[in-house]
């Protein structure tokens, strides 16, 4: 297979034909005007488009059928009648001539392909499939155009005028993680609220080294499945200069990171840590300390325990600059990946969730157990793993139905998930002797006979993916990483 060499053409002050004047001339014929070209047409029937476009004295409009000669002096040419010989023979005429040559109709019979493309100003994006899809390439310009707004023409017009200050001898990687602090997220979302001076300020700052700017953002990496990562979270991993990770942050994710970024993984399975928390806290303090925009992952919402309200605090008295941003939260999550609705009006208008970490014997514990078995219709108990038994026994003791449905998922939204339900004082010897472990979710309520009908991730897997998969092999691979 042979591939397009992928070229930008200066086309400012050059004489361009395009024989035709329908959709496709049409087309081009704009594309030439605003890449400042000197443009004749040439067409009998001329679409409004090329005649507004003559009116406005933007081209030469020739009103009447292609002549052989017409190329003479041309420095590109373009044949769009969709007549077979009449392309042709424009085409034949380029080659005598030298002159660059595209059928609109035919692409590989041209010298060249014009790609579908995105104009921010100085920025252009092309896309090509070597006209082979050119359906395909529409597609991705339109995602262009949604992706990057009209706020990059301001960005290019400020990296521009920033460049010279960037200290000269500065080592490739110190340049590169500048211009990505310059260019990050928060840069425009000023130029969005029309903060331009301030916008453009910031960026010479930062990239003369006045003003590294270090950040924490706090990412909520959702309960496993990397498609439940926000769009906000994406951004924030992409222009990261480290990213700390823990245990139950889908190591996939680790990839939407750039190539240099850090990866410092912290542990946090219950026991052991890597680090603990407080020396967590001032690892953060210490990488933004340095200039650098920190992620945070963790696994599911940063403050539906996560400990993002710690962190957060730490930061905060630091005077570390920082964001919250949510995460899907496993409490809701997995349920739903096990067919768990954790709210339904048919059964219950309640749902509250709790910690299993600690004993619900300890008089330590404030959780109040015997309010939650009478008063809640759907409990939802992350970290369930430890003491499934003992939450079971307190929530019958203090007046739950001991039929109660009831399910424990573990590895919840992961190809590895598994799912038991029983009820609620069978559960935990069901839990015992098929093996579940940590990570782990216990729900309780009329809402888990749903799953018989409504269970759909874990039925619609091959078996082959669905083979176990130990917490031990798990945790290898994310410290690995």
């Known amino acids: 297979m042979s591939f397009s060499y992928p070229v930008f053409l200066s086309v400012e002050g ?12 049409s087309e081009k014929s704009r594309g030439l005007v605003a890449a400042g070209a000197r443009v004749t047409v040439i067409a009998e029937e001329p679409s409004r488009g090329i005649e507004h476009l003559a009116k406005e004295q933007s081209l030469t409009l020739l009103r009447r059928r292609y002549l052989d000669g017409d190329l003479a002096g041309a420095f590109i040419a373009i044949a769009a009648t969709g007549v ?57 310009r339109v995602w262009l ?3 990057f707004g009209p706020e990059w023409e301001s960005v290019i017009d400020m990296a521009a005028s920033a460049r010279a200050a960037v200290p000269r001898g500065l ?32 960026v010479g700052r930062v990239v003369s080294g006045r003003a590294l700017l270090g950040f924490v953002s706090l990412v909520g990496a ?24 823990d245990r139950l942050a889908c190591p996939d994710l680790l990839d939407l990171a750039p190539v240099d970024a850090e990866r410092l993984y912290i542990g946090r399975a219950y026991g052991r840590h890597t680090l603990e928390q407080e020396e967590l806290n001032n690892l953060l303090i210490f990488l933004a300390g340095q200039g650098k925009r920190v992620v945070r992952l963790k696994g599911g919402d940063p403050f539906v325990f996560g400990r993002g309200g710690e962190e957060a605090t730490a930061l905060a008295r630091a005077g570390v600059p920082f964001e919250i941003v949510p995460g899907v939260t496993s409490a809701v999550a997995v349920p739903a990946y096990a067919g768990i609705p ?20 300890d008089p330590e514990n404030r959780i109040d157990w015997s309010g939650l078995a009478t008063s809640v219709e759907t409990l939802i108990v992350l970290m369930g793993a430890r003491r499934p038994a003992e939450i079971a026994q307190a929530l019958i003791r203090s007046g739950r139905p001991p039929d109660t449905p009831a399910a424990a998922i ?39 006979s749903l799953r018989e009908s409504l269970g759909w991730f874990e039925q619609k897997l091959p078996d082959a993916v669905l083979a176990e998969v130990s917490e031990e092999s798990l945790l290898e691979e994310r410290s690995g990483r």
């Open 222 to 245: 959702g309960p496993g499945d990397p498609g439940l990562l926000t769009l906000k979270g994406k951004e924030r991993l992409a222009s990261a200069d480290a990213v700390v990770y």
């Open 84 to 140: 077979e010989d009449v392309d042709a023979q424009v085409m034949n005429e380029a080659r005598e001539r030298k002159v660059l040559a595209l059928v609109a109709s035919d692409p590989s019979a041209g010298d060249f392909i014009t790609p579908a493309t995105v104009r921010r100003g100085d920025l252009v994006m092309a896309v090509s499939t070597g006209g082979r899809a050119p359906s395909v390439a529409k597609h991705l």
């Open 145 to 147: 155009e949604r992706e």
């Open 342 to 361: 954790v709210t339904d009006r048919r059964f219950g208008s309640s749902v509250a969730f709790v910690t299993g970490h600690k004993d619900p014997d």
């Open 171 to 202: 080592e490739d990687h110190e340049r590169t993680r500048r211009w990505r602090a310059a260019l990050s997220p928060e840069l425009l979302g000023l130029i969005r609220e029309g903060r331009i001076a301030e916008a453009s300020d910031r």
């Open 14 to 25: 050059r004489s361009a034909v395009v024989v035709g004047g329908g959709r496709a001339g």
């Open 410 to 448: 573990e590895w919840g939204t992961y190809p590895s998930q598994r799912t038991v339900v029983g009820a609620l004082a069978e559960l935990p010897t069901t839990i015992a002797e098929t093996g579940l472990g940590s990570p782990m979710i216990l729900v309780v309520g009329e809402v888990v």
